[in-house]
């Protein structure tokens, strides 16, 4: 069974950095899509960043239109980690932050098979 960690959250001011971090444990992190998510109260869980497996022919990187510019995700195969540096932080990038991970299928779908517990981020404008 695959367990997921993420850390990193925190609260900063508008314009303020933070990173977080997903630690993949249970399966070898190369062999699945490596995803961040992130749900606003009263907003629907929208998909922020994709790493896809090694494996994957298409695009390895995907960004949401939203963040794009502003968050980088990095993937280190030999710690097990996926990590999220967001910069230039905004009040509307506040949300509970999820890593999920997938064996296979498209990693632009939501329907991820394993998810962490989450960390909150919250922007103070």
């Known amino acids: 069974q695959v367990q997921l960690v993420e850390s990193g959250g925190g609260l900063v001011q508008t314009g303020g950095s933070l990173r977080l971090s997903c630690v993949v444990s249970?399966?070898?992190?190369?062999?699945?899509?490596v995803a961040w998510f992130r749900q606003a109260p009263g907003k629907e869980r929208e998909m922020v960043s994709v790493s896809t497996a090694t494996s994957w022919p298409g695009t390895k990187i995907f960004y949401a239109d939203s963040v794009n510019g502003r968050f980088t995700i990095s993937r280190d195969n030999v710690k097990n980690t996926v990590d999220l540096q967001m910069n230039s932080l905004q009040p509307e990038d506040t949300a509970v932050y999820y890593c999920?991970?997938?064996?296979?299928?498209?990693?632009?779908?939501?329907?991820?098979?394993?998810w962490g517990q989450g960390t909150q981020v919250t922007v103070s404008s």
């Open positions: 249970g399966g070898t992190s190369n062999n699945y899509h």
């Open positions: 999920a991970a997938r064996a296979g299928g498209s990693p632009l779908r939501s329907n991820y098979d394993y």
